[in-house]
């Protein structure tokens, strides 16, 4: 449930607001009179507000300075403003200052549920890739500071969102990179306009500058009709160009000219078209090296690199990992449909010695198998993926039976000092001096169950199997290939415990 501040001198106003709001039972509303009021109700509340709507024209502080203010003391707070026509310019400036949007007053309960909405799905690709902690560089300066990673982030696409300039995201296949450049966009001006995304690797070079800018009925044979570009479908929008080091070098030229003089000429067309598009670029390779080689120009990346981000490999981040498996745990338990609430610490541990040479999207994919493999509501080491229990020299058997002896050896030592209790001082000395004159009876022992060897044998046995099985969906021959059990002693096994593997199937 959000937790909302609706901010207005009007107290009918207010109470319409809420009105729609609660009636969802998705929201939790507050309410403030003013500028004053919301920041005071802000920064004294334990848990931080979601979402601000902000009325403009207010006594003793107005919506500009309170938005101001506000977005100072935490940048992760969506901001809506409400405004009278006389202060549409305000309103204006504000969605400049870091608010989202704003909306016309009356305002009408249906489009403030869908701006919220928006808003919502904007502030989560921010969310999502605080994981991929990004470092912005300004004037060769990085720009990090004393904020939390989540504020280094907000803070981050909030700058890139109130300009124009062209971004430039590096790192690592599976860093991340697209997910960056949404989130820039669907929290710029251009929010509301289209977000085009093409790679250019996979673009043959003979297409390339169709697929950009379009082409004429009859320029080249097949081109048996007119066909707009991504320019020109993008218009008013972003235009995301993924791995632009491997666009061809005329391609480049012609990119560096639209970037220049802001217009584009379609294949077999003697017009030029104006552009008003936004280019964020995005590569995994080392343009640097490229441009020494000759096969990157040197002044197209110098226009794309107005504003580079950097995105770290997963390798060298491994203690943002837990926060990165907690997303993707929340991201699948929607779309599975299950409740896991966490990971176990061995299957934590285990991921953290992977390389990780797919970076994050490869540890979504493992976080992904392990949902559909576990049954439980932790994440554990059994639901791992085979390849990455080889790749880290991980043994199941040989974890498990630590478990287990782990396990038994607290039993035993809780039982021991249970049966101590019992007793008093004198019964113990008794009982010491027995066992040094050579009684084998363990001290304070009496049949406990803890201690007997077979038992805990065989349950560790039946837990093990039981484990094995539901890894391998009831699967026979699966389970005794890679749970190394001969498959005779595994059917032997089953039937001595009374397991049936088809419960296990699912």
């Known amino acids: ?152 982030v907000f803070n981050i696409i909030h700058r890139l969102a109130k300009v124009e300039t062209p971004v430039l995201i590096r790192g690592a296949s599976g860093t991340g990179k697209e997910l960056v450049a949404k989130a820039i966009h669907y929290n710029s001006a251009r929010k509301d306009e289209k977000f085009v995304a093409i790679n250019c690797s996979a673009i043959p070079e003979n297409l390339f500058e169709s697929e950009l800018f379009g082409h004429e009925k009859g320029s080249f044979t097949g081109a048996d009709q007119r066909k707009i570009g991504k320019f020109q479908f993008a218009e008013g929008g972003t235009l995301f160009l ?17 970037l220049q003089e802001k217009v584009f000429t379609p294949v077999g067309s003697n017009r030029e078209f104006p552009t008003n598009v936004r280019i964020i670029a995005a590569t995994n390779r080392p343009l640097e090296d490229m441009i020494k080689a000759g096969s990157f120009r040197e002044d197209l990346f110098y226009r794309l690199n107005v504003v580079p981000i950097f995105l770290p490999a997963l390798a060298e981040r491994k203690d943002d990992m837990e926060h990165m498996v907690n997303i993707f745990i929340k991201k699948f338990n929607g779309t599975h449909g ?50 990455l229990l080889l790749a880290t020299g991980t043994n199941l058997i040989e974890v498990m039976a630590e478990q287990n002896a782990q396990d038994v050896a607290s039993a035993g030592i809780t039982a021991v000092s249970q049966a101590h ?47 094995a099985l539901k890894t391998f969906r009831g699967r026979i021959n699966q389970t005794a290939l890679h749970a190394n059990i001969p498959k005779k002693t595994l059917l032997r096994k089953i039937e001595k415990y009374g397991i049936n593997a088809k419960d296990y199937v699912n």
């Open 242 to 258: 993924d791995e632009v080091g491997d666009m061809p070098q005329l391609m480049q030229v012609k990119i560096l000219r639209v």
């Open 338 to 387: 299950k409740r896991i609430n966490g990971i176990a610490p061995d299957a934590m541990s285990v991921l953290k010695k992977h390389t990780w040479p797919g970076n994050i999207r490869e540890l979504e994919n493992v976080i992904e198998h392990c949902f559909v493999l576990e049954t439980s509501n932790i994440i554990t080491i059994a639901s791992l993926p085979e390849s």
């Open 421 to 467: 209790s019992l007793g008093d001082d004198s019964d113990e000395d008794a009982d010491l001096d027995s066992a040094d004159d050579g009684d084998e009876t363990p001290v304070g022992f009496s049949g406990n169950p803890g201690l007997d060897f077979n038992a805990q044998k065989e349950a560790f046995e039946k837990e093990f199997i039981i484990k």
């Open 1 to 152: 449930m959000l937790k909302v501040l609706v901010v207005d001198d009007d107290q009918g106003l207010r109470i319409s607001v809420k009105t729609a709001l609660t009636v969802t039972q998705r929201f939790a509303v507050d309410e403030a009179f003013d500028g004053v009021n919301a920041l005071e109700k802000i920064k004294a509340s334990e848990t931080k507000y979601d979402l601000v709507i902000l009325d403009v024209d207010m006594p003793r502080m107005n919506g500009l300075e309170a938005l101001r203010q506000i977005k100072e003391f935490d940048p992760g707070i969506i901001a809506i403003i409400m405004t009278a026509h006389a202060t549409l310019n305000d309103a204006i400036q504000a969605v400049k200052d870091g608010a989202y949007n704003y909306l016309p007053k009356p305002v009408a309960g249906d489009d403030l549920l869908q701006l919220i909405d928006k808003a919502v799905n904007a502030h989560n690709l921010i969310s999502n890739i605080a994981a991929s902690a990004p470092v912005m560089v300004e004037a060769g300066r990085k720009i990090i500071g004393n904020t939390s990673q989540m504020q280094k």
